[in-house]
């Protein structure tokens, strides 16, 4: 009889994993799409030359154009081909694309990760889409020394497939020229619980694109002015040039695993539109740190909360890789725009070339006007006036 209800609950457990796996496969899973890496081999080998409308497969992936495998090492000329991860990747040349469906669930936010080199033109460019949604990422700007960089881009679910698109808009004079495309990976996007004694949404950055542990460059995120529409819910790019999401695995992090590193000056800004009640006073407290990054000081932001503005230096002390720093002003309306960007323009001591920056994470806006300690401080004279009657 016990042998029999234990293979009874032993069944149960099977299809209920069953069934998750199962709706795992139907729903996506966060990590690389198929072929995202483009390892796995076409059915006739890894070809050595160009191909160009479809002659060949690149197995999970449509083709338009003239598209090519790259190997690492190949050589174009007198130039090294750079495959940003493994040993292939995919170059894009002129209006050419390539493009794959996967299953979504419709109405929500999805963030696409995927690393990119340039090749022949500085002014290549990259378009990513799901249509009707698509955003131009500018390949000019080379963020590290390696040659290629991760970036980010955010898109919402229209229908239950998602057709993912990278096109390369350029006009070459050599068609085969185009930036390279590796390493493509998706992540299901959930917005954070909105924190109880914090007006700011993911200040913390725990909730944000895909990253892959292997890669030690952070992930880029370009311009995107959609407060809704994000690889880092909450908030917004407002600038030209990207910022840098960065982990605890590869990086200084003041707290958490996440956290954003500005770069580029004023041309890297992050910024939040919080609620709050107009005439009220608020402070606004964040974390300033440094990357661990070789970053060449001095190091400096701008903070920005309402009408308010401060420029804090990063001057950290033997103890510690970030300290903590508040602002504090008064709201003149229901939503409060809060912002940071870099004061200086910083490179890596080791290459002089790469670019880095100081670090914000854990922000946070609160009621100054108000105890913080609220039910909290309440709850513990509670329990010591209890104490007092029952010793007594």
Not at 195 to 203: E, H, S
Request: hydrophobic share 40%; with cysteine; glycine share 8%.
């Amino acid at each position: 009889m016990v042998q029999s209800s234990t293979r009874s609950k032993w069944f149960a457990c099977s299809v209920i994993l069953f069934f998750a796996l199962f709706a795992t496969a139907i729903l996506g899973q966060d990590g690389l799409v198929a072929n995202g890496d483009f390892e796995t081999p076409p059915s006739n080998g890894f070809p050595s030359d160009a191909i160009a409308d479809g002659s060949i497969e690149i197995p999970s992936w449509k083709l338009r154009g003239t598209v090519e495998l790259v190997s690492s090492g190949q050589k174009q000329g007198g130039m090294i081909l750079i495959v940003p991860g493994g040993t292939h990747a995919v170059r894009l040349g002129n209006d050419a694309e390539i493009s794959q469906v996967f299953t979504v669930e419709k109405g929500s936010i999805y963030s696409v990760t995927f690393s990119a080199a340039r090749t022949c033109a500085q002014l290549e460019s990259l378009n990513v889409s799901v249509p009707p949604a698509s955003q131009t990422i500018d390949l000019q700007t080379l963020y590290n020394v390696q040659g290629w960089d991760p970036y980010a881009w955010a898109f919402e679910a229209e229908e239950d497939q998602a057709n993912l698109i990278f096109r390369n808009l350029g006009m070459e004079d050599d068609p085969s020229c185009g930036p390279i495309i590796d390493d493509i990976a998706i992540k299901k996007l959930f917005a954070p619980d909105k924190p109880k004694d914090n007006a700011v949404l993911n200040g913390d950055f725990e909730e944000g694109p895909w990253m892959f542990r292997n890669v030690s460059l952070g992930v880029l995120l370009p311009t995107n002015l959609d407060e809704e529409i994000t690889s880092l819910p909450g908030w917004t790019v407002e600038s030209n040039r990207a910022v840098r999401y960065i982990d605890s695995y590869h990086f200084s992090v003041p707290e958490g695993k996440r956290a954003m590193e500005l770069l580029s000056g004023k041309e890297g800004i992050i910024s939040q539109m919080v609620e709050t009640t107009p005439n009220k006073p608020y402070t606004m407290t964040f974390s300033l740190g440094h990357a661990g990054d070789k970053c060449k000081q001095p190091m400096a932001i701008m903070a920005f909360a309402g009408d308010q503005a401060q420029n804090i230096h990063y001057t950290p002390d033997s103890n510690s890789t970030f300290q903590t720093c508040n602002l504090n002003f008064t709201a003149k309306a229901e939503r409060t725009r809060i912002a940071f960007y870099s004061v200086y323009y910083n490179t890596r001591t080791d290459d002089m070339s790469s670019l880095c920056g100081p670090v914000v994470d854990d922000v946070r806006v609160w009621f100054s006007g108000a105890r913080r300690i609220g039910f909290a401080g309440v709850g513990l004279v509670f329990w010591v006036f209890v104490l007092v009657l029952v010793l007594g």
